[in-house]
T-cell receptor, first 116, second 108 residues
Framework: GAVVSQHPSRVICKSGTSVKIECRSL??????MFWYRQFPKKSLMLMAT?????????EQGVEKDKFLINHASLTLSTLTVTSAHPEDSSFYIC????????????FGPGTRLTVT | GDSVTQMEGPVTLSEEAFLTINCTYT??????LFWYVQYPGEGLQLLLK?????DKGSNKGFEATYRKETTSFHLEKGSVQVSDSAVYFC???????FGKGTRLSVIA
């Protein structure tokens, strides 16, 4: 099946710094990518939908100036957590969509962000 | 809004035991329903799906039936294996709305 990678898999950063997470579709072109956040023992929460070449659509309650999303190509989307704080520590997961049906999504393995 | 409720884990079973993970949903209209599985260290994978009432999704010995009258989509497997140990997520679309996940551990 289609493969989605994320880099890094784990990152630790200090409060106030910014960190970038990459999401790549390795063997297919993804017109749409999604970013999710997962808290311990909680479900995945959709943060934003990213379409190649256009601005991301953020879900209600997600700060677009804090979570910068760029989808510059059909195989790469990036999430930058700006001015990170300890409460931003979480597990971030991306997925890439290949077709019109929403179930045609392929998920990355996730990135564990810890802000100290 | 749309939501999914699935049974809290963790669930620990012996090999060859019967598995049921309950999932109920709240949604407007007629959503499609999914079960995703996340094996250790890997991304979520679609396990099975059902797109309309009374549909039965099946894959790798797992089954789930779309029950509109009870708004449920329970996951079942007749005989689990150690390799089935993973976290299972019930979800509906669109966009995908997930349950909290249920961790299954199967012991030999």
């Amino acid at each position: 099946g289609a493969v989605v990678s994320q880099h890094p898999s784990r990152v630790i950063c200090k409060s106030g710094t910014s960190v970038k997470i990459e999401c790549r579709s390795l063997d297919f072109q993804a017109t749409t990518m999604f970013w999710y956040r997962q808290f311990p023992k909680k479900s995945l929460m959709l943060m934003a939908t990213s379409n190649e070449g256009s601005k991301a659509t953020y879900e209600q309650g997600v700060e677009k100036d804090k979570f910068l999303i760029n989808h510059a190509s059909l195989t790469l989307s990036t999430l930058t957590v700006t001015s990170a704080h300890p409460e931003d520590s979480s597990f971030y997961i991306c997925s890439a969509k290949t077709g019109l049906a929403s179930y045609e999504q392929y998920f990355g393995p996730g990135t564990r962000l810890t802000v100290t | 809004g749309d939501s999914v409720t699935q049974m809290e884990g963790p669930v620990t079973l012996s090999e060859e035991a019967f598995l049921t993970i309950n999932c109920t949903y709240t949604a407007t209209g007629y959503p499609s329903l999914f079960w995703y599985v996340q094996y250790p260290g890997e991304g979520l994978q679609l396990l099975l799906k059902a797109t309309k009432a009374d549909d039965k999704g099946s894959n790798k010995g797992f089954e789930a039936t779309y029950r509109k009258e009870t708004t449920s989509f329970h996951l079942e497997k007749g005989s689990v294996q150690v390799s089935d140990s993973a976290v299972y997520f019930c979800a509906l679309n669109t966009p995908l709305v997930f349950g909290k996940g249920t961790r299954l551990s199967v012991i030999a």
